[in-house]
């Protein structure tokens, strides 16, 4: 797999700060000991600014090329997950339901090991941002450090990300221009009634039926009020009710999640979701109550750049190594508030099979985290390139 000569050598020094991270994960915006190896790895290389504490544990930190031109952003994300890990590598978690399940101790990694090729060679123009970034994980971090003033503070100009893509094929690049990842929105609803003896159900107010008739009319929103070539997915996941086989339940709740390739399109189910969910309670004498939370916007990758992105990446992994047109996902990603505030692109990097994303046996494939390095160095090189 072609890889930057130079950054091949780091490959033992990338698996070993991988594993660090791996084994020590923290939550949100309390990266306070990653954020720390961070700085210190970064001081090591000798890069020319470190700033710390951006949105709490972010840092952005500077490498200066030869010469004046633009800042280019390169950002990866750090923080984990409370889930509780099933594997048994030698560097798993050390902290009980807490793990990198999601490979942003990889893409950390990645970013530092073309920090340090960078702060070596500085064969640029310009600038270039390290961007770090804690809370990604729900945490809408990615949207704090930009209101932190990260893009005009650091002149920063275009920005791009890379994600680990489990089960895809190991070391190739997939990207498309526009809604490359969903916007997410959440909701629950509670079912009110009058809970009584399930022998005497005519003096009850029953919220089950209720609920379950809400459960059906809400799938009918992306069927009958969206485009059918639009993409969205509605998914109850939680259906709460009762306590004891003889009692009809006062109360039901229901949960989930809602995925849209547009983000206007959120307020279109939110609005419809209320509607059903109060006149459907209604009608069976019950009253419900909706609350629905909007999440990131879609990530939308700006056209030109993830064109260059493309260029760039065929460089490392070759013509065959990158799909450009890979299809849409539904899940979600808070760099979209990055890319709505300057153009650039993010891509996902295979990394052969293995568990998904958020299960807890999955691990980061180490295998990949050159080829991410050299992508990220040739997109500084390939931007703004020295005149000679």
């Given at each position: 797999m072609p890889v930057i000569n130079r950054i091949g050598e780091y490959h033992e020094d990338m698996k070993a700060w991988r594993q660090h991270l791996?084994?020590?994960p923290?939550?949100?915006?309390e990266c306070h000991e990653t954020a720390a190896f961070v700085a210190a790895r970064l001081r090591e290389f000798g890069v020319d600014e470190i700033h710390e504490g951006i949105a709490k544990t972010g840092i952005v930190a500077i490498i200066n090329g030869q010469g004046d031109g633009p800042t280019i952003g390169l950002r990866a994300d750090?923080?984990?997950l409370p889930i509780l890990e099933a594997g048994t590598a030698p560097y798993k978690s050390?902290?009980?339901g807490k793990m990198h399940a999601c490979?942003?101790?990889?893409h950390t990694t990645m970013l530092l090991g073309a920090a340090r090729y960078l702060a070596e060679t500085r064969n640029f123009t310009g600038r270039v941002a390290l961007i770090f970034q804690p809370a990604e994980e729900g945490g809408r971090?990615?949207?704090a450090m930009v209101e932190a003033g990260i893009m005009d503070n650091f002149d920063i100009n275009q920005v791009y990300a890379i994600h680990n893509g489990p089960n895809f094929d190991e070391g190739k690049f997939l990207m498309r221009p526009g809604p490359m990842l969903a916007a997410p929105g959440q909701f629950d609803i509670k079912i009110s009634g009058r809970g009584g003896h399930a022998a005497l159900p005519h003096e009850t107010i029953d919220p089950l039926p209720a609920a379950v008739n809400i459960y059906q009319a809400i799938q009918t929103i992306s069927s009958r009020n969206i485009d059918a070539l639009e993409s969205i997915v509605i998914s109850v996941t939680m259906f709460q009710a009762g306590t004891a086989f003889n009692i009809v339940p006062e109360t039901v709740t229901l949960g989930g999640t809602v995925r849209t390739m547009k983000s206007e399109h959120q307020d279109i189910v939110r609005d419809r979701m209320a509607e059903i969910c109060t006149h459907t309670a209604a009608a069976f004498g019950a009253s419900a109550t909706?609350?629905?939370q909007s999440g990131f916007p879609a990530t939308v990758n700006d056209g030109d750049k993830t064109a260059f992105a493309a260029e760039v990446a065929r460089q490392v992994a070759g013509d065959s190594g990158v799909d450009d047109d890979a299809p849409p996902l539904m899940g979600s990603e808070d760099f979209s508030y990055m890319l709505e505030h300057r153009p650039g692109a993010y891509v996902f990097l295979g990394a052969g099979p293995g568990a998904t994303l958020h299960h807890p046996e999955y691990d980061f494939n180490d295998e990949i985290?050159?080829?991410?390095?050299?992508?990220?160095v040739k997109l500084v090189e390939t931007a703004q390139p020295l005149n000679r």
């Open positions: 791996h084994a020590h923290e939550l949100q915006y750090m923080d984990a050390k902290t009980d490979g942003h101790d990889g971090g990615a949207l909706l609350d629905y985290s050159p080829v991410g390095a050299s992508y990220f």
